[in-house]
């Protein structure tokens, strides 16, 4: 009987009368008017500020659902994609710049591989619905640019192959660590068909740096070391 008072009360009430309830800490005594009456009283809408501090109250209410791993790793997947792109840029003028032939073929050898890496990239997009779409790796852009300050300040020293090796593996272990992390948490989504696809490429990447390795203990530490 109190609250159909209460409602009755407000009858006959012009729209600037509602105002004050726009100001409320809360929307309750609003809403409270509000239940059984949809929008409106005897035909009198209730303003907008009004319906709007209702409609913000009630979102605050409801909590903000925490991102899940599933959308980690989408987001890292985009962070990968974008490194395989910048790289494969990168490697053409790379191998130009070597000096050592077997560099240089190493160096044209990763970026067919890396091609390849691309293109399993994209289809684990498509495993999990998602078109394929890169995302700035801030890590990949900085080991890019310092490899392109070695290539400039380093032109025809016996040094600089050395240089282009340090900042090759650079980027190895980058990846490494990136498919190393993705094919974990594929594994944990129960994405099979893309953890065979992301230890495929993990595979390939730590061949790429112990072959590197290998090319630098056999000649191009020593020969910079030597001049």
Known sequence: MLQER????????????????ANEPSAHVARKHLQGEGTTLS??????????????????????EPKKLDALFHDTLKDIYFAEKKILSTLPKMAKA??????KAAFEKHRGETEGQIERLEQ????????????????IVV??????????????????DAGLLA???AVEHYEISRYGTLRAWAEELGLNEA????????????ATDEALTEIAKAAINQRAEAA
Do not use: W
């Not at 070597?98 to 560099?103: D, G, I, R, T, V």
């Not at 495993?127 to 779409?133: A, H, L, S, Y």
């Not at 392109?148 to 025809?156: C, L, R, S, V």
């Open 6 to 21: 209460s409602r009755l009360g407000y009858l006959g009430r012009s729209r600037e009368d509602f105002a004050p309830l």
């Open 167 to 169: 900042a090759a593996q």
């Open 43 to 64: 035909g009198i809408r209730y303003p907008q500020a009004v319906r709007h501090r209702i409609s913000l109250n009630g979102e605050a209410a409801m909590a903000k």
């Open 195 to 206: 953890v065979e696809l992301l230890q495929e490429t993990l595979e390939e990447e730590e």
């Open 124 to 139: 684990v997009f498509a495993i999990i619905g998602e078109k394929p779409r890169g995302k700035t790796c801030a890590a």
């Open 143 to 160: 080991i890019s640019d310092e490899g392109a300050e070695i290539m400039e300040e380093y032109k025809g020293s016996p040094a600089l």
């Open 98 to 103: 070597a000096q050592s032939e077997e560099l």
